[in-house]
C-alpha cells in the first residue's frame, strides 16, 4: 500500500520536473511563442507584454505617459462640462500602472486576445533569420519575432497599431495642451479689470 502511495505522488512530481526541464525557453522563439498562447488561453494580455517586441512596449509606455499628461492638463484648465467628458476618455490610460496595463487595455479594446485565440496552435516549424524569426503553426499561421536586446524574442504583431497609438495619443497632447493654455489666458484676460 505505501508503494502504491508514493508511486502515485512520485510520478506526478516527475513528470512536472521532466516537462519544466524540457519546455523551450523564452529565448527562443518557440519558447516566446508558448508563453503567448498560455497568457491568451489564461485571458491575460498583460502576461504576455514580456514577449512583444521593444518598440510595442515603449509605445505602451509611451500612449500612458501622454494620456496622463493629457488628463491632468484637462483637469488643470478645461471648464465645464468638456472637463468632465474628456478626463473620462483618457481616464483608462492615463491611470493605467504601467505600459503592460495599458498594452492589456489596448489588447482587450482591439480585440487582439480573441484574435489570437482563433489562430493560435501547436509549433509546426520555426524559421530564424538573424534577429528575425517567424512562428508557422500547424494550422498555418505564421507569427512573426524579433529578438529584444535581452535575449527575449518578442512578437512584432502589434507594434504598427500601438507606435500609431503613441503618435495619436502625441498629437491629442499637443492640442490639449493648445487648449488648456487659451482656456488659462481667457481666465486670466476675465480677471483683469
Known amino acids: 500500500m505505501l508503494l502504491l502511495l508514493a508511486a502515485a505522488v512520485t510520478v506526478p512530481v516527475v513528470a512536472l520536473i521532466v516537462?519544466?526541464?524540457t519546455y523551450p525557453s523564452d529565448r527562443t522563439p518557440e519558447g516566446a511563442?508558448?508563453?503567448v498562447v498560455i497568457a491568451v488561453n489564461n485571458g491575460s494580455p498583460r502576461d504576455f507584454f514580456a514577449y512583444i517586441e521593444t518598440p510595442a512596449q515603449h509605445a505602451a509606455y509611451t500612449i500612458g505617459d501622454y494620456r496622463k499628461r493629457t488628463r491632468q492638463r484637462v483637469l488643470a484648465a478645461y471648464p465645464e462640462p468638456e472637463?468632465?467628458?474628456?478626463?473620462?476618455?483618457?481616464?483608462a490610460e492615463a491611470t493605467a500602472p504601467d505600459g503592460s496595463d495599458v498594452f492589456a487595455?489596448?489588447?482587450k479594446r482591439r480585440g487582439w486576445v480573441n484574435r489570437l485565440r482563433k489562430d493560435l496552435s501547436g509549433v509546426k516549424k520555426v524559421e530564424v533569420s538573424g534577429d528575425r524569426a517567424t512562428v508557422v503553426t500547424a494550422l498555418g499561421t505564421r507569427y512573426p519575432f524579433r529578438r529584444r536586446d535581452n535575449g527575449i524574442w518578442g512578437l512584432t504583431l502589434f507594434t504598427?497599431?500601438?507606435?500609431?497609438?503613441?503618435e495619436r495619443a502625441a498629437r491629442d497632447f499637443?492640442?490639449?495642451d493648445k487648449a488648456a493654455g487659451d482656456y488659462e489666458r481667457a481666465r486670466q484676460s476675465e480677471r483683469k479689470p
Open 83 to 91: 472637463r468632465s467628458s474628456l478626463s473620462k476618455v483618457y481616464e
Open 19 to 21: 516537462a519544466l526541464v
Open 105 to 107: 487595455l489596448n489588447a
Open 33 to 35: 511563442y508558448y508563453r
Open 174 to 176: 499637443a492640442v490639449i
Open 160 to 166: 504598427a497599431e500601438l507606435s500609431a497609438e503613441a
